[in-house]
């Protein structure tokens, strides 16, 4: 038994898993650092490191397309606010809720928010994924319901309020 199987057996709701035979088994990822094993409604990964963790949803299809975020810290959880989801990687975060859909926040970026108190905080929830910031040389920016999280390499991360985005 691995602790992949042991994750499978405490959260039943993931499902059984897919493509019974040899797509079934854990699958070593292509660092050579993890393995993973795709269910019915979600994968978990697992590395010596992180320890097994689940993602599914929304949420797994936003990790799909950012990759470099790393393998996940945390199963699928609930936010404070009671609004959202969230999955912590090694690289950054994944928050989903009903109207936002599923962005990533890292970095500086994601840092400010955090200090600022996550979603409960004056920007709430991102709205779009970390992107350039045509604005600012170098620059990055996510889109939050209230504002805008900018970042640059002069002035570092800043919360512009105001411009409510959903």
């Not at 993931?14 to 660092?31: L, R, V, Y």
């Not at 949803?57 to 990759?67: K, L, M, P």
Request: glycine share 14%; hydrophobic share 30%; with cysteine.
């Amino acid at each position: 038994m691995s602790a992949i199987d042991d994750k499978w057996r405490q959260i039943p709701w993931i499902g059984n898993p897919k493509d019974e035979g040899a797509g079934s088994q854990e699958m070593t990822m292509p660092d050579g650092r993890g393995r993973a094993r795709d269910f019915d409604n979600g994968t978990i990964y697992w590395t010596p490191e992180t320890g097994a963790h689940e993602i599914h949803g929304d949420i797994r299809v936003c990790r799909a397309r950012h990759r470099w975020l790393g393998y996940p810290l945390t199963d699928e959880l609930g936010t404070p606010d009671g609004v959202g989801r969230f999955n912590h990687f090694e690289h950054g975060s994944i928050y989903w809720t009903p109207t936002t859909g599923a962005r990533e926040v890292h970095g500086a970026i994601r840092d400010l928010w955090a200090s600022q108190g996550w979603e409960r905080g004056p920007a709430g929830y991102p709205v779009s994924d970390e992107f350039n910031d045509p604005s600012a040389a170098g620059g990055r920016q996510s889109h939050f319901q209230r504002g805008v999280i900018a970042w640059d390499p002069v002035q570092g991360a800043r919360f512009r309020p105001g411009v409510r985005i959903d």
